[in-house]
């Protein structure tokens, strides 16, 4: 089975943090994703990356930047976290390929106090 | 740009019941369309992926349809259980974008009551 793993489950950060959040998948994918879910707007794509060293930014990359320096790991970090980075937080993988089946991690829940 | 939209947005039913879910999008250009489920505080769980050239999939007491042409999915849940509660999203690989990336739709919360 694929595991997609995300560093950690709940985090809780001060206003101006510098925050890393951590993704590690185990089946060689890839692409990789990461997406924010908040109620009443649903997920919503940050960044992604398609190869080692390669990004794209997503619907909503302001305050966020990647990082993909090994094939199996996606790094989100919030350069200065804020409350409204205050959320879900979901890493995915997928095969390479445009047809082909999304994984995700189990969700790493961002409170910024 | 692809929209996804689910219907209803909430559901509750009584254990043993059979219930579909909707789900349409606005473009029929897709590669594929998944079904995933969502249990409070936690990610996302692939059920079903329906590439564009097929109709249907079955897993287990799931049955998702796809009509690429009219942009509906279906997401059948035969007998439904307690166990079967949480939120179910479908979303669609969009040929017009890079990667073929995911558009959600917001999903559809369902609970089971015995």
């Known amino acids: 089975d694929v595991k997609v793993t995300q560093s950690s489950r709940y985090l809780v950060k001060r206003t101006g943090e510098k925050v890393f959040l951590e993704c590690v998948q185990d089946?060689?994918?890839?692409?990789m994703f990461w997406y924010r879910q908040d109620p009443g707007l649903g997920l919503r794509l940050i960044y992604f990356?398609?190869?080692?060293?390669?990004?794209e930014k997503g619907d909503i990359p302001e305050g966020y930047s990647v990082s993909r320096e090994k094939k199996e790991r996606f790094s989100l970090i919030l350069e200065s976290a804020s409350t409204n980075q205050t959320s879900m937080y979901l890493c995915?993988?997928?095969?390479?390929?445009?047809?082909?089946?999304?994984?995700f991690g189990q969700g790493t829940r961002l409170t910024v106090v | 740009k692809q929209e996804v939209t689910q219907i209803p947005a909430a559901l509750s039913v009584p254990e043993g019941e059979n219930l579909v879910l909707n789900c349409s999008f606005t473009d029929s250009a897709i590669y594929n369309l998944q079904w995933f489920r969502q249990d409070p505080g936690k990610g996302l769980t692939s059920l079903l992926l329906?590439?564009?050239?097929?109709r249907e999939q079955t897993s287990g007491r799931l049955n998702a349809s796809l009509d690429k042409s009219s942009g509906r999915s279906t997401l059948y849940i035969a007998a439904s259980q307690p166990g079967d509660s949480a939120t179910y999203l479908c979303?669609?690989?969009?040929?017009?974008?890079?990667?073929?990336?995911?558009?959600f739709g917001r999903g559809t919360q369902l609970t089971v009551w015995p």
């Open positions: 979303a669609v690989a969009d040929r017009g974008s890079t990667l073929g990336r995911l558009y």
């Open positions: 089946m060689d994918h890839e692409n």
């Open positions: 995915a993988s997928r095969p390479r390929g445009r047809n082909t089946e999304a994984f």
């Open positions: 990356s398609y190869d080692v060293k390669m990004k």
């Open positions: 329906i590439q564009s050239s097929q």
